[in-house]
């Protein structure tokens, strides 16, 4: 009576623990996807800046070691430029939504202010941090689908020639974010309806000024 108890006992042990064996080879732990892991480096970005974004923050916060991390991004610098390469896609897809729009450059004006004011830290990372910078600024800016068919609006809204609406663009851009950066650090209290109405009068401004010096010439 006790052996048949006994064999009992050791038949559920043995069946129990190869249940748990075939459960962990047939079930396999869940691998974390680079995109999840750029969504996480995104969320810490918003939270507290690009700064803190490291392979220990982006893995603490996904819950596994840094060894996912490094399977995904050969080094930290990948992983930041990715995480630029992420948030540059992801409002960019967001200000295309309204590419058809007949005030969409007054849309795109009111976000990029929006942006700023809400969302400091990922204003930082798209306008301010070294992940923005290039030799040429309008190629640079140009290299965003947002902003090429924002300058071929702008061009055919005002009528312009080619390095009119260059040089207009380019100069009402830096308006804009001269404006965006300081509302960004807390150094205006404009309304983002101000602000971008201050930009629209100086960019009409500049528009009418080119016209005059075409009507004499080419003279100032």
Request: hydrophobic share 40%; charged share 25%.
């Amino acid at each position: 009576m006790f052996l048949d108890s006994l064999n009992k006992i050791i038949y559920h042990m043995i069946y129990n623990m190869r249940y748990i064996m075939e459960g962990s080879i047939l079930a396999p732990k869940q691998k974390i996807t680079r995109e999840q892991l750029l969504e996480i480096a995104f969320d810490i970005t918003r939270k507290e800046g690009f700064s803190a974004v490291t392979a220990r923050s982006v893995a603490k916060a996904a819950g596994c070691s840094i060894q996912p991390v490094f399977s995904q991004f050969d080094t930290m610098e990948a992983l930041r430029s990715a995480t630029f390469d992420y948030a540059c896609e992801h409002f960019m897809n967001e200000i295309m939504e309204k590419k058809d729009r007949p005030d969409f450059i007054a849309c795109t004006s009111r976000w990029v202010l929006n942006l700023a004011r809400k969302e400091p830290n990922l204003f930082h990372l798209l306008y301010l941090s070294d992940s923005f910078q290039g030799d040429n600024l309008w190629n640079v800016m140009m290299g965003y689908e947002s902003n090429s068919k924002m300058a071929a609006v702008f061009r055919e809204s005002y009528g312009l020639e080619e390095e009119e609406c260059k040089d207009i663009f380019l100069r009402g851009y830096l308006l804009l974010h001269g404006i965006a950066t300081m509302i960004a650090t807390n150094h205006m209290n404009f309304t983002d309806d101000e602000a971008a109405e201050m930009v629209k009068r100086t960019v009409e401004d500049m528009v009418a000024g080119a016209g005059r010096r075409a009507s004499s010439g080419g003279e100032s």
